[in-house]
């Protein structure tokens, strides 16, 4: 992942290589695209303060109504630590303004 600036694991437990393996490498049946995130994940992101950009565009199974959805309920801003609520400027990808 080019684009990948910093991968803090501190407070992750039992983390396995093949867990960094799938996330890192590149898929082994060369089809582009997240095949296993749902819509369900989005408010996942509401817990990384700090994530100000998600790329959801190859994700087949995010749906741009989730992304959507997840920017409407994202509500005013919050006080820190989880600061301004995410906003969607094209389809399937989650910006929060710092």
């Given at each position: 992942f080019p684009s990948l600036r910093l991968l803090d694991l501190r407070w992750i437990e039992d983390v396995k290589d093949s867990h960094l393996r799938e996330l890192l490498l590149p898929p082994t049946d060369s089809k582009p695209g997240c095949n296993r995130?749902?819509?369900?994940?989005?408010p996942l992101f509401r817990r990384c303060p700090r994530l100000s950009r998600v790329d959801l565009r190859s994700c087949r199974h995010v749906t741009p109504e989730g992304c959507?959805?997840?920017?409407?309920?994202?509500?005013?801003?919050?006080p820190p630590?989880?600061?301004?609520p995410f906003r969607c400027p094209e389809e399937k990808l989650l910006i929060k303004d710092s």
């Open positions: 995130l749902t819509d369900q994940c989005l959507a959805r997840f920017c409407e309920d994202s509500g005013p801003p919050a630590p989880a600061g301004p």
